[in-house]
T-cell receptor, first 113, second 111 residues
Framework: NAGVTQTPKFQVLKTGQSMTLQCAQD?????MSWYRQDPGMGLRLIHY???????DQGEVPNGYNVSRSTTEDFPLRLLSAAPSQTSVYFC????????????FGEGSWLTVV | RKEVEQDPGPFNVPEGATVAFNCTYS??????FFWYRQDCRKEPKLLMS???SGNEDGRFTAQLNRASQYISLLIRDSKLSDSATYLC????????????FGKGTSLLVTP
């Protein structure tokens, strides 16, 4: 069972470069989200989507774009990478309903130099 | 003030010990509550949901006190494999499906 798949797992970028973190889920979940996790900060929500064609901002959206053209895919784009975006990024999905489990991808370790 | 607060620890306990973690949340409209476990350099995974009546899963017991806006996790007979970070997670009514995560409490179980 694939679950939530993120790529790449590791990436080093230079300041100013752009890139896309890919996320795909095969559970037909309506809700998908991106979090970043920094030491001492916990998980913070970047962007989320409640269905294809619908996206919204989370707690820390600046510097990131998302789109949701299909139920399965939810890519995260870094427009112009900055050292402050060095972090671990987790994609997650869940079915609708507040009690349903959220499933995370394995994480993408990004370093911006 | 952060919406979900936890004691960061670390909690260092010997094998077999009982350890309790606490979590407080600031918004009384919070609706669903969870404990997640995160191993080093891994993704968080659901440990257990927390119900108003309290619930138990093997050695793990979760309690919710809505009046005090307080959640707890009790681990009995600690194992070395319990060493991890435990995240308190809250879903706010009306927030869609976004979850609020505490920063986590680190547990190290020693031989």
């Amino acid at each position: 069972n694939a679950g939530v798949t993120q790529t790449p797992k590791f990436q080093v970028l230079k300041t100013g470069q752009s890139m896309t973190l890919q996320c795909a889920q095969d559970m037909n979940h309506e809700y998908m989200s991106w979090y970043r996790q920094d030491p001492g900060m916990g998980l913070r929500l970047i962007h989320y989507s409640v269905g294809a064609g619908i996206t919204d901002q989370g707690e820390v959206p600046n510097g990131y774009n998302v789109s949701r053209s299909t139920t399965e895919d939810f890519p995260l784009r870094l427009l112009s990478a900055a050292p402050s975006q060095t972090s671990v990024y987790f994609c997650a999905s869940r079915s609708t309903g507040t009690g349903n489990t959220i499933y995370f991808g394995e994480g993408s370790w990004l370093t911006v130099v | 003030r952060k919406e979900v607060e936890q004691d960061p620890g670390p909690f260092n306990v010997p094998e077999g010990a009982t350890v309790a973690f606490n979590c407080t949340y600031s918004n009384s409209a919070s609706q669903s509550f969870f404990w997640y476990r995160q191993d080093c350099r891994k993704e968080p995974k659901l440990l257990m949901s927390v119900y108003s009546s309290g619930n138990e899963d093997g050695r793990f017991t979760a309690q919710l006190n809505r009046a005090s806006q307080y959640i707890s996790l009790l681990i009995r007979d600690s194992k070395l494999s319990d060493s991890a970070t435990y995240l308190c997670v809250v879903n706010l009514l009306g927030s869609g499906y976004a979850l609020n995560f505490g920063k986590g409490t680190s547990l190290l179980v020693t031989p």
